[in-house]
């Protein structure tokens, strides 16, 4: 009953602020949703690749990873089935980081996100280069549990979350904007959630 009436009022405070999009309603839990299961992390085995349009295409271990420069983040997580969850604080790596090191070529304008067990997403290069755009390990105050996509994922606040993949293993830079996991089953390409991009 309190807790129900609080999600309200949170809800009412979030839409006056104009940060609810349309026919999304605010969530207090933490919704887990994927396709398929949750895969085993194994920090000795665990690989990350930045391949395709680059000039200096590269790997890392989870070591090297770690030892890249560190970020936080506050931002809202919008999913498509209509819960929003507001006020994440995320740290990790800047895709910006990520994206100054490879140096992509200037015929490339994609980036296509790779995850462990095949799931995809696409997205513009651009929007992976916003300030705010960040490859995650800790949903503050806690690292990242298996479930919501330890040891890490990508976190793209301005798009729908399943442009935010769990357990990320790599990112391909590409000329051409090609469908992803979802995208393929007629989610929209773009997904952004104030104009409503859920489906094409
Ligand atoms: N690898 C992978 N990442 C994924 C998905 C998935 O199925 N596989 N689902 C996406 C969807 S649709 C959403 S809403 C968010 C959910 O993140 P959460 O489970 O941490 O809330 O993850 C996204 N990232
Ligand atoms: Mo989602």
Redesign the pocket.
């Known amino acids: 009953m309190f807790v129900s009436s609080e999600r309200k009022r949170l809800e009412r405070e979030r839409r006056s602020e104009g940060r609810l999009p349309p026919g999304q309603s605010l969530t207090l839990k933490?919704?887990?949703?994927?396709?398929?299961a949750v895969p085993q992390f194994d920090p000795d085995t665990w690989k990350f690749a930045v391949f395709g349009l680059v000039d200096r295409p590269f790997e890392l271990t989870w070591q090297e990873f770690q030892a890249l420069p560190r970020k936080r983040v506050q931002a809202d997580?919008h999913?498509?089935?209509t819960?929003s969850?507001f006020d994440n604080v995320w740290e990790g790596v800047a895709m910006r980081t990520i994206a100054e090191r490879a140096m992509p070529k200037p015929e490339a304008r994609f980036v296509i996100q790779h995850?462990?067990?095949g799931?995809t997403?696409n997205t513009p290069l651009a929007d992976l280069l916003r300030d705010n755009v960040l490859l995650a390990d800790t949903h503050s105050p806690e690292p990242?549990t298996p479930?919501?996509?330890a040891p890490l994922?990508?976190i793209v606040p301005h798009l729908?979350?399943?442009?935010?993949?769990?357990?990320?293993r790599g990112l391909e830079f590409t000329a051409d904007d090609r469908a992803g996991?979802?995208e393929q089953r007629g989610y929209h390409m773009y997904g952004d959630p104030v104009r409503e991009q859920r489906f094409r």
Request: aromatic share 26%; hydrophobic share 40%; glycine share 8%.
């Open positions: 933490w919704p887990v949703l994927h396709a398929g997580f999913c498509v089935t819960w969850k995850c462990e067990g799931y997403t990242l479930e919501h996509g994922r990508m729908y979350a399943w442009k935010s993949s769990k357990w990320i996991y979802w």
